[in-house]
C-alpha cells in the first residue's frame, strides 16, 4: 500500500510544483527555499540531542510554541522546527530567529525524506496535532528515530477517511512510538485505526495552557483603547473567516445597522483566515456599502468607519484581547472550525457556526459553560452580536463563563512534555 502510495505521490509531483509555480505568480518567496521540499537542508554541527517539532501551519506553531520554548531552554538540545506552509515559516522565523533550525517539512517521498533526516540527524520527532504521513514515519522507523504525535486529535469524521485506507492507516500507525492524544473519544478512534492501547496517553488539549503576560496585556488594552475610542464603541470581532462567511458576517452587520447600531457603537473587525484573500474581502466590504480601514496602513479606524480589516500577520491573538465578542469562523462552512481557546482565555463571549467537528470537546466544554452560541445564518448571528451590545451584564458573564473553561483546563503542556522526555 505504502509503495502505492509512493507512485501516485510520485506522478502528482509535477501537479504540485505547478501549483506552487502559480502561487509564485503572486508572491515569489513560495519557490525561494523549494529545495527544503526534497530534503537538500544546511547541515547542523554539533553533537546535542536533536528534536525535530513539526508544525503544520500558523495554528499549530502558536500551539506548541510554549513546549518549543521548554525544549529550547532544555540543556544539551538543538530543536529543528518544520512547517509546510509560507505563513507558518514567516511566523517562526519572526517568532524564535536563530534559536532554532527551521526548514520547510519535506514532501512525502521517500528520497526526500532519507536525504532530510541523514542531514538534520534527529533524535526524535514531535508531530503537532494530527499530521500523519506513511512515508515520514517509514523513514523515522527505518533510521532508528522514534515518533511522537502530540496534542492529538481525531474527529469521527477523519476517523472514517483513514478507515478508508486502512491497509495503509495501519501500517503507518504501526510505525508510531507513542501518541500523546487530547480526549479519551480521540484515544478510542486511534485504537480502533489499529494503534496499540498501549502507546497511547490521554493528556489534553496544550492549546489551554496558553497565558499572556503583562507586556501583551497592556498592548492588547492599548489597541482596544484606540479601537473602541477609550470606551464607547465596542469591538466585534470576526476571525478566521473563511471565502462564504464574509458574506454572512457583512450581512449579519448590515441588519444591525438596520436595527439602529451605529459605526460609532459597532466596530466591526474582519480577519480573513488566509492572506492571500486579504484584497478579495476588502473589495468585498466596499462593494457591501461600508466604510473600511485597513490594518497594514497602520492608521486607527474613524469612528464613521465600519470594519478594520486584518490584514497582518501574526495579530490575532493579541487582537482578541481588544474585543467585546469574537465569532471563530471555519463553523459556517464545511471546514470543522477554528481554535476558540485563545479568545476563550482572553475572557471573550463566544460564536460560532454549527460545523465544529474539528473543536467537538473545546466546543462541547464552552456550550455546556454557557460560553458559545451557535448561529446558522446571518440573522442569527446579528440577533447574537445585538444581545451582547444591549446587554453589558450578560457579555461580561459570558466572556468571564469562557475564561473560566480555558482555566479549568490547563495542564496538558505539563503532562506531553513528560511524554517526550520519556522518549529521550
Not at 504540485?16 to 509564485?24: D, P, Q, S
Not at 504501526?174 to 480526549?183: C, D, Y
Not at 502507546?199 to 488539549?205: A, K
Not at 469591538?235 to 450581512?251: K, N, Y
Request: aromatic fraction near 6%.
Amino acid at each position: 500500500m505504502r509503495a502505492l502510495y509512493s507512485l501516485l505521490f510520485y506522478l502528482l509531483l509535477p501537479v504540485v510544483l505547478l501549483r506552487v509555480l502559480w502561487r509564485a505568480r503572486h508572491n515569489r518567496a513560495h519557490l525561494a527555499r523549494l529545495r527544503e521540499r526534497f530534503g537538500y537542508v544546511a547541515p547542523i554541527t554539533g553533537k546535542r540531542t536533536r528534536i525535530w517539532v513539526h508544525t503544520v501551519s500558523v495554528g499549530e506553531f502558536l500551539g506548541a510554541l510554549p513546549l518549543i520554548r521548554q525544549l529550547i531552554a532544555r540543556q544539551e538540545t538543538e530543536v529543528i522546527v518544520t512547517c509546510t506552509t509560507l505563513t507558518g515559516s514567516e511566523r517562526i522565523v519572526q517568532t524564535l530567529g536563530s534559536t532554532v533550525h527551521h526548514f520547510y517539512m519535506p514532501y512525502d517521498l521517500p528520497g526526500a525524506l532519507r536525504r532530510f533526516i541523514k542531514i538534520v540527524a534527529p533524535d526524535l520527532l514531535v508531530i503537532m496535532e494530527t499530521e500523519l504521513w506513511p512515508n515520514t514515519l517509514a523513514a523515522c522507523n527505518a533510521h532508528g528515530v522514534p515518533t511522537v504525535l502530540i496534542n492529538a486529535r481525531l474527529s469521527e469524521r477523519s476517523a472514517r477517511g483513514y478507515q478508508r485506507i486502512a491497509g495503509l492507516t495501519r501500517a503507518m500507525l504501526s510505525r508510531l512510538t507513542l501518541a500523546a492524544v487530547q480526549h479519551r473519544a480521540d484515544a478510542e478512534r486511534f485504537v480502533g485505526l489499529g494503534l496499540a492501547d498501549t502507546r497511547l496517553s490521554v493528556t489534553g488539549n496544550i492549546k489551554f495552557d496558553i497565558a499572556f503576560d503583562d507586556e501583551q496585556k497592556q498592548l492588547a488594552l492599548r489597541l482596544k483603547n484606540e479601537w473602541s475610542n477609550s470606551g464607547p464603541r465596542l469591538v466585534w470581532i470576526a476571525a478566521s473567516t473563511h471565502s462564504g462567511e464574509d458574506e454572512v458576517v457583512l450581512e449579519a452587520l448590515q441588519q444591525l445597522r438596520e436595527q439602529g447600531v451605529t459605526a460609532e457603537q459597532l466596530l466591526l473587525v474582519l480577519i480573513p483566515r488566509h492572506p492571500e484573500r486579504f484584497d478579495s474581502v476588502a473589495s468585498l466590504c466596499q462593494k457591501s456599502g461600508f466604510s473600511v480601514t485597513r490594518r497594514s496602513s497602520g492608521t486607527t479606524p474613524e469612528l464613521s468607519s465600519d470594519i478594520l480589516l486584518g490584514d497582518t500577520m501574526g495579530e490575532q491573538q493579541l487582537m482578541f484581547g481588544a474585543a467585546d465578542m469574537v465569532f471563530m469562523g471555519g463553523s459556517l462552512v464545511d471546514v470543522g472550525g477554528h481554535n476558540f481557546i485563545e479568545a476563550a482565555a482572553w475572557g471573550q463571549p463566544l460564536i460560532s457556526g454549527p460545523t465544529l467537528y474539528n473543536f467537538a470537546e473545546v466546543s462541547r466544554l464552552l456550550r455546556e459553560a454557557e460560553a458559545l452560541e451557535i448561529v446558522k445564518d446571518a440573522t442569527q448571528m446579528a440577533r447574537a452580536v445585538k444581545r451582547f451590545v444591549d446587554d453589558e451584564p450578560l457579555r461580561l458573564m459570558t466572556g468571564a463563563r469562557a475564561q473560566e473553561v480555558a482555566e479549568a483546563n490547563r495542564g496538558a503542556l505539563a503532562r506531553t512534555r513528560e511524554v517526550i522526555e520519556s522518549l529521550l
